[in-house]
């Protein structure tokens, strides 16, 4: 097999495209916009952390990384809820001690990517390449080298973008016939702050657990890294609300509001105010288009074909899953791309869509929901009705994190699972209360009149 | 005032917009990507005609062209249907005599406001040149000249964007941060025909009206021209239904398909199969943007800003009255640009998306609706409620074309008194038989209801 596919974007996705491309016998030449990261810094202090769960952690496994990627992360078993008062609540985000998710840092894991599909002999990654624009009838992409400048013009048997949300493949599709397409920006921004190592070493806070310290209209949330810090983010809307990232502009604005409304956070955080005023304001975007592929010539994956918002942690488990669903096809359709790419839109459309809208969802729930009781009454029904139904009920929350049910349907019976609970919660004050037979019957029948089959096929 | 404006395309609006502009002694620049239509044919057989109704009157009326405009304009007083059998159904468009619109061609349009705006000695237009991009930052604007390749650069105070659906300076917006934007296209295409004018001059059909053939999920329409002919628009599904777009292949097809379902209408289109397939495609496109200016260096308006199906013959008319609320924006705010792209932008976007909607809405009335007993009923209410609650109640169509009623209160208060008055009709089989009382307290009623003044106030 002598064919060559051409990938636009090193990043997480393009990467580990790159190795199921490679484990496959193409050539697969990848173009990257920035410098090499295992040589240059490039970090723009304006990363989250990700959380690596299993639809990630099932991608990475099908080449053999899934293991030494998860060495380098850190288990995190629940919610650790920050109350203004800095009192602690723990929300176990699984069944069982089984159940997690992994965060993990977003330059380790590309770099243990970029590693792996730099063994192939048939890979090679250039870097500083900006790609200005590609040709959708010859399939030519068009780089700028972004070190000496020099232009060049690459072929290969197809494009693939992996380019991220600001795609500049995708700019080409918007040029042709037919190509739906939105982006949409929330009215919240996020900064970046850092809870550092304790002296001496160690966690200064809860190790094994994603923090949050919810306050309805915004939110901060620290995710463990490996060498003890915590990589923050607090959530505001620019201009909205009795706190906004419009009016935190004096430094004492900065540590006001921190003694206000997290006073715990403030005293963990040394370096909060040169962190709050150094660091870029990051953009929250989703970013819808369909088809993602032009006459085979060309195709959208990950971000570049769907980015989403970061508060399910899926963006990234998406994006592997993309590289699976899509080695699948080659293996059915070889070299079709045209057909391949077609079958992958369809396939994936769906449920990126619905990822995108459990993401907006869950990012009420993290913001606001996570700090009411009804919902924590929810969250304890959740496990019940999964140990008294296992086979006919799974949590929307785990559905989406610790299974590989296709994301529509994950959010089809989620919302209805949910919708019913919390109804039924706020009408109780203990879940000893709870008749989890009605809550069960009542799902079923809300199935039924929406066509949900009542057992779950867990296998995709 | 010495100021200079940059005005990206010379259609419709943009040459509105040039001559409001030049009224009040701006030095305006226009930049023209086609040649100047007034020397070289370039009708490219797929433009919808225009019907210009009361918004557009009105902001031509200001500049003292609406009188010059009607003289080329044919009335149309209301739909004529015609079914599969080849009857006709005539549903007048307003309750009286003067309620009518008015059917133009695009290019007689553009060229009076083209010489109108090349009398002012502070206008110049320039021909063949494309839009490359330009600078949001420094406001320059790149073209190119498709006649001889040489390229320049532009720069005034500020510049205005009325170059359409496919709007270069929107794909500058585009690389900014914070614009959100879509473009859906519908799964139907347009092809368009012909009925010549009479042997020896005149009209085939009914000159006064707007003849369509619905039919369910497809439709064909005809809007007189002066000289006698009509421009016919087939809109179709390009792959679903009984019959649709790829389906019609050869030329039998064509010929096999107008004989079962529009006899009468074949036997008017002697060219209909030479014009089927020696015209493209179009293709159906909503666009939806905001913010429409950054940074006051930059504004869109018209298509470029808002694209809208042709269904409710609004697009024009949308555009023109832009021009008039920009102009007034002007008055209030001097050469403050930031400022008065601010406010226009707030004005009128809720308004564009209102119209989008209706437009939407407007295509299953035209190709299903019309032919259908309770709507014709519905009709009948509309006129009938028109008469008994005058300063009250005006037909959803009516507030649209015949008033200049913000788009956003026609389309709230319209789809109210339109579920209601669908429904009641929907009992009877008279409209003698409709309790105009009732049907008005219960509008009323949900007036209040959504916070809706039961009052209109038509003056805006």
């Known amino acids: 097999m002598s064919q060559k596919v051409i990938i636009v974007g090193a990043g997480l996705t393009g990467s580990l495209l790159t190795i199921y491309l490679a484990r496959r016998g193409f050539n697969v030449e990848v173009y990257e916009r920035r410098a090499d ?19 990630g952690i099932h991608a990475l496994d099908q080449v053999g990384l899934a293991e030494e990627v998860l060495k380098t992360a850190v288990a995190m078993k629940g919610r650790m809820i920050h109350s203004n008062k800095g009192e602690l609540t723990f929300q176990p985000y699984g069944k069982n001690e089984n159940e997690y998710i992994n965060s993990i840092s977003r330059k380790d894991l590309n770099v243990i990517l970029m590693n792996e599909a730099e063994k192939f002999p048939n890979v090679q990654i250039y870097f500083n390449q900006r790609c200005t624009g590609m040709s959708l009838e010859t ?11 020099g232009s060049s013009v690459v072929s290969g048997d197809t494009v693939i973008g992996t380019d991220g949300s600001a795609s500049a493949i995708r700019m ?25 190592t304790a002296e001496g070493g160690g966690f200064r806070i809860e190790k094994n657990a994603l923090h949050i310290w919810p306050r309805g209209s ?13 990589t923050c983010t607090l959530f505001m809307n620019y201009e909205n609300g009795e706190y906004n990232l419009n009016k ?24 909060l105010v040169d962190d709050f005023f150094n660091n870029p304001t990051g953009s929250l975007l989703t970013i819808k288009c369909y088809p993602w592929n032009i006459n085979g010539k060309a195709l959208l994956m990950g971000d570049a074909a769907h980015a989403i918002l970061p508060f399910f ?62 919902f924590l009454l929810k969250k304890k029904a959740d496990v019940l009705l999964e140990e008294r139904y296992p086979e006919r009920f799974i949590s929307k929350y785990a559905m989406v994190t610790f299974h590989r ?7 089809k019976r989620g919302q209805i699972q949910d919708r019913i609970l919390m109804e039924m919660c706020s009408k109780i004050d203990s879940i000893d209360e709870l008749n989890l037979e009605e809550a069960f019957d009542r ?7 929406a066509g949900i089959e009542e057992k779950l096929k867990l296998e995709v």
Request: charged fraction near 25%.
């Open 443 to 449: 799902i079923k029948t809300e199935f039924a009149k």
């Open 405 to 411: 049910i296709p994301y529509a349907i994950a959010m």
């Open 248 to 271: 935190l502009v004096a430094r004492t604005d900065v540590t006001q509001f921190f003694q206000k409304v997290m006073p715990d956070a403030l005293e963990l955080m040394p370096e």
């Open 37 to 55: 990261m295992r040589i240059v810094n490039i970090s723009a202090g304006k990363s989250i952390n990700l959380a690596l769960s299993t639809r």
């Open 313 to 374: 942690g899926q963006g990234m488990n998406c994006g592997f899953e993309d590289c699976y669903y899509f080695d699948k096809l080659i293996e059915k359709h070889g070299t079709d791309w045209q057909k391949i790419f077609e079958e992958f839109g369809k396939l994936r459309k769906e449920n990126a869509d619905a990822i995108a809208e459990l993401a907006l969802e869950n990012f009420v729930e993290m913001r606001d929901l996570v700090a009411h009781k009804d």
């Open 139 to 149: 399939g030519e992409a068009y780089f700028v080298n972004e070190t000496h400048g």
């Open 172 to 196: 080409e599709f918007l040029r042709s016939k037919h190509f739906n397409f939105s982006q949409s920006y929330e009215n919240y921004g996020y900064k970046e702050l850092t809870i550092p």
């Open 218 to 230: 915004y939110m901060m949330i620290a995710l463990p890294n490996v060498e003890g810090d915590f």
